[in-house]
């Protein structure tokens, strides 16, 4: 992230930091925050981040 975006935005979305030595460390992903429920599936902050991951990888 640059730091463009509000920081209400900020705090939703932390870029991800894979705890051991993976190529997918470059890819500029984000963290997925982990939900006990499926309602929490399809927060803003979850589902935001799964497309940007997903865009990010081409898929």
């Not at 730091?3 to 500029?28: I, K």
């Not at 499926?38 to 589902?47: E, Q, Y």
């Amino acid at each position: 992230m640059h730091h463009d975006a509000p920081m209400y935005l900020c705090e939703l979305v932390c870029p991800y930091q894979p705890t051991r030595t993976l190529r997918s460390a470059n890819n500029n992903m984000l963290e997925v925050k982990r939900t006990r429920a499926k309602a929490g599936d399809c927060s803003f902050a979850v589902v935001t981040v799964s497309l940007w991951n997903n865009f990010t990888n081409g898929h």
